[in-house]
């Protein structure tokens, strides 16, 4: 099983709400990804939990708030976003010693109006 | 460090004809290779991944990539292209940091298929 879940599937938020988005594997992956896709781009790394502590913040501005409560979940939590957020959030997991590949879920379309 | 560079943004190719999808890497470790698929509006899909054992690496639905170091060369090919093959291929280096994996991805390929 090499699944990893996201809920929702789409969201549409505005710009004073507050929202979380769920990552979930039970893989028994320790390290989880959050990545941040816009059209036609590669995905763009966010954050790292690495044994469920934050590990890589590649600057993400504070509106993004990530927590990782136990090895099998991963949230992003959102809170006045801006309409240029809107874009496809991706989570993934990897084996920390055993594999080095990232298993992607389906993601998050995210509309900020 | 390290890189890995898409030549081709877009490739077209008849339905039942080869692919191929050209992708060269740069890094100061020995690396791990992946290529993934990505379908309009959903998730990355790894078809293959390469990490030092044999260097042909099959795939999923009928993918190949062969890693030639010489070359700094993980091109990505299927001898007969289906309809259901047209979406975005990335190319992806990476390698372990202390407990997590870090990725440097390609710009991407987008692949037509023309029936």
């Known amino acids: 099983d090499t699944e990893v879940t996201q809920t929702p599937k789409h969201l549409v938020m505005g710009m004073t709400n507050k929202k979380s988005l769920k990552c979930e594997q039970h893989m028994g992956h320790r390290a989880m990804y959050w990545y941040k896709q816009k059209a036609k781009k590669p995905p763009e790394l966010m954050f790292v939990y690495s044994y469920e502590k934050l590990s890589i913040n590649e600057s993400v501005p504070s509106r993004f708030s990530p927590e990782c409560p136990n090895s099998s979940l991963l949230n992003l939590h959102l809170h006045a976003l801006q309409p240029e957020d809107s874009a496809l959030y991706l989570c993934a997991s990897s084996h920390p010693s055993t594999s080095d590949t990232q298993y992607f879920g389906p993601g998050t379309r995210l509309t900020v109006l | 460090a390290q890189s890995v560079t898409q030549l081709d943004s877009h490739v077209s190719v008849s339905e039942g004809t080869p692919v191929l999808l050209r992708c060269n890497y740069s890094?100061?470790?020995?690396?791990?290779l992946f290529w993934y698929v990505q379908h309009p509006n959903k998730g990355l899909q790894l078809l293959l991944k390469y990490t030092s054992a044999a260097t042909l690496v099959k795939g999923i639905n009928g993918f190949e990539a062969e890693f030639k170091k010489s070359e700094t060369s993980f091109h990505l090919t299927k001898p007969s292209a289906h309809m259901s093959d047209a979406a975005e291929y990335f190319c992806v280096v990476g390698r372990n940091s202390g407990g997590y994996q870090k990725v440097t991805f390609g710009t991407g390929t987008k692949l037509q298929v023309i029936p």
């Open positions: 890094s100061s470790y020995s690396p791990s």
